[in-house]
């Protein structure tokens, strides 16, 4: 997978009544008006490397999407995956990200937000 830059390599917490394991999850919702496909394709080619790097992963990158309530949503949707939330945000501040980001400047408008997952048993 790379260089490692956060050092952490087991992403389990104790945190539960009976002492087990739990895994805890977080996740970057994205939605995007892009603007400039062009320079928005540069920034798309950059970004899987830099997420590597924190450990994260796309769920779902720009894929279809249906709206099942509220407004109609026309943005282009995407959900990373990260074993914690500090991870989220290591990733999103990091010089690789924020390198990748400025491509997105002025291509885009983006919303982003972290949120933590669910913590559950690990069996």
Known sequence: MGSNPTG??????????????????????????????????????????????????????????????GPEESRRLALLEFPTLELAEAFYASPEYQSAKSLRDGACEAEFVALEGLSLPVD
Not at 17 to 26: I, K, T, Y
Not at 41 to 52: H, I, K, S
């Open 8 to 69: 952490i390599t087991n992403f389990f917490v104790l945190n539960s009544p009976n002492g087990r394991l739990q895994s805890v999850s977080a996740y970057i919702l994205i939605r995007v008006n892009v603007t400039d496909w062009d320079r928005y394709r540069q920034y798309m080619a950059l970004t899987p490397a830099a997420l590597a790097q924190y450990h994260g992963r796309f769920i779902a990158r720009g894929g279809r999407s249906v709206t099942l309530e």
